[in-house]
């Protein structure tokens, strides 16, 4: 079953891969076709400005279609370059990206670098060079790959995430599922423990060991009732926080080290809130076993409860 989930999360993935790699290739093709498309526009208006300026008359000469051809194309940039008078004219360009030389200077190399400068000449005379650039369209589309690679980056990370939760989500089942049965199964032996002590309470032991006995079993009960709550929501329920807390800390007190030193600051009235008991006692006891290793088993150790309007702060302090 896992074996097969893995082969059609892979087959997902390597599907999603592949669409987006033609979508990218077909992008890549579909923008060389327009860059060709506009050279060969291009081509063609360098042959009808050369036919303009190979006839003395070609309002009369050439007819309109010449005309139509040159005055048809008012999207590509072009600079033409007139060589005897070193003039430097453009055509659908803004003028204040072409008022200075530097400017100018600037778009004849960003030009020639993105399409071959076309020659015009008259005869064999060399007349004009006709440098161009992307059409508005092309500029806009030459961001389009960029654009999918970035889609296609942040869709991999997000299999990557998908993968790696759904990962994650299995392997917490199965510690949820073990904590589970590792509490079903010290439920059994604790049943009988607390029979023995019942025993243990007939035979006039020192009450006192029996009670240290019994309150260890209730501890073991309460580790018990923590792993079978893992992978559960916690049943909340309204109780004395202070009650609460100084149980815990009264315990883990009487289980520790003379070295460490225990302070408490409570308030004097109770404080009731919702919480669950079994997980609440887990989180202090974490606090309080890592502030004593924190003081290598020799310190003081501060707790303090602090109300703040309708907000109470549990603070742990320690001299590690």
């Given at each position: 079953?896992?074996r097969?989930?893995?082969?059609?999360?892979?087959?997902?993935i390597?599907a999603?891969?592949f669409?987006?790699?033609?979508?990218?290739?077909?992008?890549?093709?579909?923008?060389?076709?327009?860059?060709?498309?506009?050279?060969?526009k291009?081509?063609i208006?360098?042959?009808a400005?050369?036919?303009?300026?190979?006839?003395?008359?070609?309002?009369?000469?050439i007819?309109?279609?010449?005309?139509?051809?040159?005055?048809?194309?008012?999207t590509?940039?072009?600079?033409?370059h007139?060589?005897?008078?070193?003039?430097?004219?453009?055509?659908?360009?803004p003028?204040k990206?072409?008022?200075?030389?530097?400017?100018?200077?600037?778009?004849?190399s960003?030009?020639?670098?993105?399409?071959?400068?076309?020659?015009?000449?008259?005869?064999?005379?060399?007349?004009q060079?006709?440098?161009?650039?992307?059409?508005p369209?092309i500029?806009?589309?030459?961001?389009?790959?960029?654009?999918?690679?970035l889609?296609?980056?942040?869709?991999?990370?997000a299999?990557y995430?998908?993968?790696?939760?759904?990962?994650s989500?299995?392997?917490?089942?199965?510690?949820?599922?073990?904590?589970?049965?590792?509490a079903?199964?010290i439920?059994?032996?604790?049943?009988s423990?607390?029979?023995?002590?019942?025993?243990?309470?007939t035979?006039?032991t020192?009450?006192?060991?029996?009670?240290?006995?019994?309150?260890?079993?209730?501890?073991?009960?309460?580790?018990?009732?923590?792993?079978?709550?893992i992978?559960?929501?916690?049943?909340l329920e309204?109780?004395d926080?202070?009650?609460?807390?100084?149980?815990?800390?009264?315990y883990?007190?009487?289980?520790?080290s003379?070295?460490?030193?225990?302070?408490?600051?409570?308030?004097?009235?109770?404080?009731?809130?919702?919480?669950?008991?079994?997980?609440?006692?887990?989180?202090?006891?974490?606090?309080?076993k890592?502030g004593?290793?924190?003081?290598?088993?020799?310190?003081?150790l501060?707790?303090?409860i602090?109300?703040h309007?309708?907000?109470?702060s549990?603070?742990?302090?320690?001299?590690?």
């Open positions: 079953m896992l097969n989930r893995t082969y059609i999360r892979w087959a997902f390597l999603s891969l669409i987006i790699s033609l979508i990218l290739w077909n992008t890549y093709n579909f923008f060389n076709h327009l860059k060709e498309s506009e050279r060969v291009m081509e208006w360098a042959e400005y050369q036919e303009i300026l190979s006839n003395n008359h070609p309002d009369s000469n007819g309109g279609l010449v005309l139509t051809v040159i005055h048809s194309n008012t590509t940039p072009m600079i033409l007139t060589i005897k008078e070193d003039l430097y004219t453009a055509r659908n360009i003028d990206h072409f008022d200075t030389p530097e400017k100018r200077a600037r778009l004849v960003k030009f020639s670098s993105e399409y071959a400068p076309i020659e015009i000449y008259n005869g064999e005379e060399l007349m060079v006709m440098y161009y650039g992307n059409s369209i500029n806009k589309l030459k961001y389009y790959p960029a654009l999918l690679i889609i296609l980056i942040l869709f991999v990370m299999i995430l998908f993968y790696k939760t759904s990962k989500a299995e392997q917490n089942k199965l510690w949820a599922g073990m904590a589970k049965e590792t079903h199964q439920g059994t032996p604790l049943s423990l607390l029979g023995w002590i019942e025993i243990l309470k035979e006039n020192n009450i006192e060991y029996v009670n240290e006995i019994e309150k260890d079993v209730q501890r073991l009960e309460t580790i018990t009732n923590r792993f079978s709550q992978g559960s929501l916690p049943i309204r109780k926080l202070i009650s609460e807390t100084k149980h815990t800390f009264e883990l007190q009487k289980r520790t003379k070295l460490i030193t225990f302070k408490y600051e409570f308030p004097s009235h109770p404080i009731y809130v919702y919480l669950n008991s079994e997980l609440l006692s887990w989180t202090i006891e974490n606090i309080v890592n004593i290793d924190a003081m290598k088993g020799k310190g003081t501060e707790v303090k602090v109300e309007n309708k907000f109470v549990i603070l742990v302090t320690d001299e590690g």
